[in-house]
């Protein structure tokens, strides 16, 4: 497994906006803590090159948000900053996705089939001329389209779990039939962007490759476990992609202040552990997450759930290269409970309730897409 993390995302900083540094220390330093922490491979990025940033982006908004930063930056929009350090950083963010994806199609043997970008500013918002919702420029998509054109890869699915819905994502690949866009997110009546309902299928060739799940306010682990194993197992076997990304926001979270769905830590658990299982190659990016504790426990679940018995089996006489590279983070280990997928589908799906609303949204979604996949 890798991890693709820098220091310098510190750089792209307002301390008083909420997507700020603060969320990737918690993340790294709640992972610094962890026994198994040596035998993380943490990687360092490099800064996406200006062609692959604008095989997604127009050079507008490239040029835009370079001038912008050169000028000190400021507010993009009503919610979204840059500062003078902005740009290059997106850049090395970028970069994060490429390189996470370059470890996982060029790995050395089977234990590196997965890697993580924590990264910031994060990209699922950002459309292919415009940033927003935080997001500058859209990480996934560059990934997509670097393995396109330098691996020759034809298909593609992206699981994007953040509780908001990816719209920039969606639009960059929404005529585009070898992009599979698959997001889970609470109700858009009730939720930024205001976008992702069922009928939002795609359109021309892409139509029916864009498949939202919205689900409302309240649902929990029971409701977002059965309507993914419902979703996800058959058109994942379907539309057979040859890499899966997965958008990771952890925004979810029952604490998180800027949603109202109540997942738990138990339920990252339990994606991670499905996604690897139903595909051999899964790159994952850091979306959202607010709430600094959750998102720092609910990232280190989902990590742990894709390789658990490398972190169970204890070595601690390795010595860790990250400490040398990133000494700025404080050692402390400490042991952390493990649950297996099996163990999580037992607790919320035996003799638990699914209500007539989440039941009503599958059968709306298999309505729509019957036409593209077998349910």
């Not at 994060?122 to 691996?151: D, Q, W």
């Amino acid at each position: 497994m890798a991890i693709v993390y820098s220091p310098e995302y510190n750089k792209h900083q307002d301390k008083f906006h909420i997507e700020n540094k603060a969320r990737t220390d918690a993340i790294m330093n709640n992972l610094s803590k962890q026994s198994f922490f040596n035998k993380l491979n943490i990687i360092a990025p490099s800064r996406a090159d200006l062609n692959h940033v604008l095989s997604v982006h127009t050079p507008e908004h490239v040029n835009f948000i370079d001038e912008f930063c050169k000028k000190g930056g400021g507010n993009i929009d009503f919610d979204t900053y840059a500062t003078s350090q902005s740009y290059q950083t997106a850049l090395l963010s970028a970069g994060g996705s490429i390189k996470a994806s370059k470890l996982v199609l060029n790995r050395a043997n089977k234990s590196e089939n997965w890697a993580f970008s924590i990264s910031r500013p994060p990209g699922h918002h950002a459309t292919s001329n415009k940033s927003m919702g935080f997001c500058i420029f859209n990480n996934v998509a560059i990934a997509v389209e670097y393995l396109r054109k330098t691996y020759g890869l034809e298909r593609f699915c992206i699981v994007d779990f953040d509780v908001h819905y990816g719209n920039g994502t969606a639009e960059i690949f929404y005529n585009d039939p070898n992009v599979l866009y698959i997001s889970i997110h609470q109700d858009p009546r009730t939720l930024f962007p205001g976008k992702g309902f069922i009928d939002e299928e795609g359109a021309a060739e892409g139509k029916g490759y864009n498949l939202n799940i919205p689900m409302p306010p309240g649902s929990n682990n029971t409701d977002y476990i059965w309507i993914l194993k419902e979703i996800l197992g058959p058109v994942l076997k379907e539309f057979n992609p040859q890499i899966l990304f997965a958008e990771a926001g952890f925004d979810g979270h029952l604490n998180d202040p800027l949603s109202r769905i109540e997942l738990t830590e138990d339920f990252y658990s339990w994606i991670g552990q499905y996604l690897i299982e139903k595909h051999p190659r899964l790159i994952s990016l850091l979306e959202g997450g607010y709430d600094l504790k959750s998102l720092a426990n609910s990232s280190l679940s989902f990590i742990v759930s894709m390789d658990p018995y490398l972190f169970l089996s204890e070595n601690k006489n390795e010595k860790s290269n990250f400490t040398d590279k990133f000494s700025h983070l404080q050692i402390n280990k400490s042991k952390i409970k493990y649950k297996f997928k099996e163990e999580i589908e037992k607790e919320y799906l035996e003799k638990l309730y699914i209500s007539s609303e989440v039941k009503k949204i599958l059968s709306s979604i298999k309505d729509n897409f019957s036409p593209y996949f077998k349910f």
